[in-house]
């Protein structure tokens, strides 16, 4: 089992920067391949960003390319998302999730945190 716990969430003007920590707890973090999601009201999840187990591989939505950062720090078991640019289309509830397995939009995620949610404003 691992838990996970999302922060750093919050207000943000159009155009500021945020950077969302993913705290994991339980079983070895470097196991785990890791993904950020964002589901907005009336959107389905999905996938912004992911790294592999030992960080040297990434994955970005189209949407998010150039502007946000997904990095990992295992031996402090933290994943982390550093958001720039942010637009109030990005507002939503932003979630980590681990994979045992593989990386990426398609990937199976086998634990989830519970959300943070961001708000940006125009």
């Known amino acids: 089992q691992v838990q996970l716990v999302e922060s750093g969430g919050g207000l943000v003007q159009a155009g500021g920067s945020l950077r969302l920590s993913c705290a994991a707890s339980g079983r070895t973090f470097s196991r785990y391949h890791m993904g950020w999601f964002r589901e907005a009201p009336g959107k389905e999840r999905e996938c912004v960003a992911a790294i592999t187990r030992g960080g040297a591989g990434t994955y970005y939505a189209n949407s998010v390319k150039g502007r946000f950062t997904i990095s990992r720090d295992n031996f402090k078991s933290t994943v982390y998302l550093q958001m720039n640019s942010l637009k109030p289309e990005e507002t939503a509830v932003y979630y980590c999730?681990?994979?045992?397995?593989?990386?990426?939009?398609?990937?199976?995620?086998?634990?989830w945190g519970q959300g943070t949610q961001v708000t940006v404003s125009s």
């Open positions: 999730a681990a994979s045992e397995s593989s990386y990426g939009p398609t990937a199976v995620y086998d634990y």
